[in-house]
């Protein structure tokens, strides 16, 4: 193999996971602000100058015992790679079972700013449940430990921990608010990476943690890209409490940039409830050339069937306009209370021609307006002028409704997945009506939407079931720790995996797999779903005086398609094999994953392409060098 020297002898760039927020600023302070370094050292006074701060002065912020730990293990990059476990290479969907901070680590590279919706049911840090992330004090992280002086080498060469690391261990053990932000911390701050600029995170919550999340989320995506704390009223009350009966959640929203939010007119509005059926109507009315009065009557006997639909009823005045029936509410022309009194210039009645009646405050709109309205028959007169007209509001101009902060779902997850499964496994799943909720009101028909807490699968159910009602082509990324279910404490799950799935040992992404293929088998959907693990990179350990290398069981195609993730191809990128387990392209870039004659005479035939060189590949550095001679500067390397 070559060394990471050896690619730098022949001038070719190194590829590695993207860059940290530290390296991007670090990178633009350095380019923009060179007063900010001295001597090669970043220099707090250099900013503070060009900010014009005053050292001494204090600002407000959210801390608490392992905050530095936590940030860390956001810079800190991955030490897995993703290894396809079933279904098509390259799915618009995909399953990643394992820990969730390796695995937003992992899609950085393809999937910066391209999600543009998260949403998580993180654990709540309730005294029922125990965190089973054990982030800070993996073997992988033991360059952090040190780094913070949280472990420190005696004497004798032996790693010690400190009375620091002691003390945020039992903090992490005993279900603390600190323990449970150094655990969501790195995980946010990933998501946001993540988040597309117009990209949106909603997260679920109860009043354990809301505090400190709300507190969390404005230092992460800040304070002004807060979108909301929806209320979900749930289906379900607790009798024994000895106070209230709680029976309410929390879903705190956040936008990556509110301004490109805002900028999208459709986001965070919801189609009217009946809008399609009347459409459906007014449809059938034209086509088969009804009379208004009969298609009046159609959509008054509809609405009188479904009363549950209160925002649209009022849209009951048919009118045959434009080559096709529409309906319109007919809207109050007097000037809102706010504006005080407003313009009160004459209206003539189109028959009568005397002056309409004017409304106490005065007109909405000025003369002007008034007038191009009356022009284009956009306002209704009553048979006589001592009546004050109204303006018409076509439903189909106003097809959708500004969502509303109280959520009141009464659907019931756990009946809505015994559905599914014959049974429910899975305690407190959330409802597929809520997910889609959020789906509707914030993304369009080709957007992803990640959920790195899955849990049984809700999420992907949810954007089948959407994609089905609107036509959408949306896909999901759904990540899932391999958490063993415990035999005792959740015997469904336990005994539907083992009985039904036939899992030697049960995990819960067992249940959620399961829950997305039957939901795509249910639907009749042609979604389709690629299910990846992970797998520890390929890596150098000194061992007795010898370097040693440990590769990975890896197949070539999964190595092909982790370089490439590196390279920014997502995972539903189309990969095709031009030599067997040796060549492979995508999108333009060859990847080798093992060389020989061969690979290198085939390189010959694309000019054009980018080539990126697997570093582990058994390939002496003459051949390398060769490599380098054919491609130029288009050879890229990845260790």
């Not at 032996?158 to 911390?185: A, C, D, M, P, T």
């Not at 479904?306 to 009951?316: A, Q, V």
């Not at 720790?481 to 899992?503: G, N, P, Q, R």
């Not at 492979?584 to 694309?606: G, M, Q, R, T, Y």
Request: net charge negative; hydrophobic share 35%.
């Amino acid at each position: 193999m070559i060394t990471k020297n050896d690619a730098l002898k022949l001038n070719v760039e190194i590829l590695q996971d993207s860059q940290s927020d530290k390296e991007r600023l670090t990178n633009f302070l350095k380019e923009n602000f060179p007063s900010t370094f001295k001597d090669g050292e970043f220099s707090i006074s250099g900013v503070l100058a060009i900010l014009g701060l005053d050292k001494s002065v204090s600002g407000y912020e959210l801390n608490w015992t392992g905050k530095a730990l936590s940030h860390a293990l956001y810079q800190v990059q991955s030490n897995k790679d993703l290894i396809l476990e079933s279904g098509k290479t390259n799915a618009q969907n995909q399953i990643i079972i394992g820990d969730n901070l390796d695995a937003l680590k992992i899609l950085k590279s393809a999937y910066d700013s391209k999600i543009k919706m998260i949403y998580i049911d993180p654990p709540y840090n309730t005294k029922n449940e125990n965190f089973i992330y054990p982030d800070d004090f993996r073997k992988d992280y033991k360059d952090i430990l040190k780094d913070l002086d949280l472990i420190e080498v005696d004497d004798d060469g032996n790693e010690v921990e400190s009375e620091s690391l002691n003390f945020i261990k039992n903090i992490q053990g005993s279900r603390s608010h600190s323990g449970w932000l150094s655990f969501i911390y790195p995980r946010l701050k990933l998501a946001r990476d993540l988040l597309r600029d117009d990209g949106v995170i909603f997260i679920s919550i109860d009043d354990n943690e809301m505090a400190n999340l709300k507190l969390l989320c404005d230092e992460i995506f800040g304070e002004d890209n807060f979108v909301e704390n929806f209320i979900w009223v749930k289906n379900s009350t607790k009798n024994l409490s000895k106070t209230t009966s709680t029976n309410h959640e929390y879903i705190l929203c956040y936008a990556k940039n509110i301004s490109e939010v805002e900028s999208v007119s459709e986001m965070f509005r919801i189609k009217k409830p009946g809008f399609d059926e009347v459409n459906t109507i007014l449809k059938k009315a034209t086509d088969e050339k009804w009379s208004r009065e009969k298609t009046q009557n159609e959509i008054l006997e509809f609405y009188k069937n479904n009363k549950h639909l209160k925002g649209i009823k009022g849209y009951s005045n048919v009118e045959f306009r434009d080559g096709k029936f529409r309906v319109y509410t007919a809207d109050n022309l007097g000037a809102p209370l706010s504006t005080g009194k407003a313009a009160t210039y004459e209206v003539l009645h189109p028959v009568t021609k005397k002056p309409c009646k004017i409304p106490n405050r005065g007109w909405v709109w000025t003369k002007e307006k008034m007038y191009k309205m009356i022009a284009d028959d956009l306002i209704e007169f009553y048979d006589t002028h001592e009546r004050i007209p109204r303006s018409k509001r076509f439903l189909d101009t106003v097809s959708s409704d500004v969502v509303k902060s109280l959520i009141v779902d009464n659907t019931d997850g756990k009946k809505e997945l015994a559905r599914v499964f014959g049974e429910c496994p899975f305690d407190n799943p959330k409802p597929t009506t809520l997910i889609k909720y959020f789906i509707e009101m914030s993304t369009s028909n080709n957007d992803i939407i990640l959920d790195f807490f899955a849990g049984s699968g809700t999420t992907a159910h949810a954007v089948i079931e959407q994609n089905l009602a609107d036509n959408g082509n949306r896909k999901f990324i759904l990540v899932q720790l391999d958490e063993k279910i415990d035999e005792k404490k959740s015997k469904t799950a336990y005994d539907f995996c083992k009985d039904e799935l036939k899992s030697k040992s049960p995990v819960i992404s067992d249940i959620t797999i399961e829950r997305v293929k039957r939901a795509i088998k249910n639907l009749k959907s042609s979604a389709e779903v690629s299910v990846f693990k992970m797998i520890d990179k390929p890596n150098l350990t000194l061992e007795n005086g010898t370097i040693e290398l440990h590769l990975s069981n890896l197949t070539p195609f999964d190595i092909a398609r982790n370089l490439l993730l590196i390279c920014g191809k997502t995972l539903d990128k189309e990969l095709k094999e031009i030599i067997k387990d040796r060549l492979f392209i995508c999108d333009e870039i060859l990847v080798i994953v093992k060389s020989d004659e061969a690979v290198v005479e085939k390189l010959k035939e694309f000019e054009s392409c980018e080539v990126v060189l697997n570093g582990y590949a058994d390939i002496n550095f003459d051949d390398f060098a060769n490599i380098k001679v054919i491609v130029g500067d288009r050879l890229k390397v990845v260790f």
